[in-house]
Each structure stands twice: as structure tokens, then as C-alpha cells.
Nanobody
């Protein structure tokens, strides 16, 4: 069974940065599509970013383009989400997810494309 653990969340002031990490056990993260999703209080979960398992293509939600960057550390077999210029509206629980499905070789920021999920890490952006 695929298991995922997120780390790196915390409290940061607006304009600050955080780097989240997604670590897997029981499987090789490098061979899976990895996505980051978030859920704010009272809102539905939304896709933030994803990275394909081959070719390295990435996708981002419009709200985070230019501020967030997803990347793989192939040697450590994990995925990072670098979050810069954080805004209060970025507050929420961030989840990483693993899957195999792609659309035209691109990862898709939609929950049904992912089969395993981590427990989440809290990100709070507040002054």
C-alpha cells in the first residue's frame, strides 16, 4: 500500500516562503505522478500543482503560478513544493497525492487521477 507523508508546513507571515516535502514509503515516488492539493476551512479541496513521472511536465493552479514551484529530488525520491510570496488565501491543509494517470502525457490537477493521499500538513499565512 502506498503511504505518503507531508512535511514542512507551519506559520509564516504574508510574503514569506515555505518548502513542503512529500515522502513515500512502500513505493518509489519517482515512478508516480505526484500532486499537491490544499483545503481551506469551509472550502472544497483544490489542486495546487502536479508533476509527471516521466518527462518532468508540471501543472499549476492559476492562483499559484509564478509563486509556487514543484520539483523532484530523484536521489532522495521525494517531491518538493516551494511556496514563495505566500498570501493569507494560501492558508489551508496541504496534501500530497500519488497516482499513475495522465492525460496526453500531462499530469492533471484533479482528485480522481490520484490513488493515494497523505494526511496533510497545515500551512497558515498570517501576520
Amino acid at each position: 500500500q502506498l503511504q505518503l507523508v507531508e512535511s514542512g508546513g507551519g506559520l509564516v507571515q504574508p510574503g514569506g516562503s515555505l518548502r513542503l516535502a512529500c515522502i513515500g514509503s512502500g513505493f518509489t515516488v519517482n515512478t508516480y505522478v505526484i500532486g499537491w492539493f490544499r483545503q481551506a476551512p469551509g472550502k472544497e479541496r483544490e489542486g495546487v500543482s502536479c508533476i509527471a513521472n516521466t518527462g518532468g511536465s508540471t501543472n499549476y493552479a492559476d492562483s499559484v503560478k509564478g509563486r509556487f514551484a514543484i520539483s523532484r529530488d530523484y536521489a532522495k525520491d521525494l517531491v518538493y513544493l516551494q511556496m514563495n510570496n505566500l498570501k493569507p488565501e494560501d492558508t489551508g491543509v496541504y496534501y500530497c497525492a500519488a497516482g499513475r494517470l495522465k492525460l496526453f502525457r500531462q499530469c492533471v490537477l484533479s482528485s480522481p487521477y490520484f490513488e493515494s493521499w497523505g494526511q496533510g500538513t497545515q500551512v497558515t499565512v498570517s501576520s
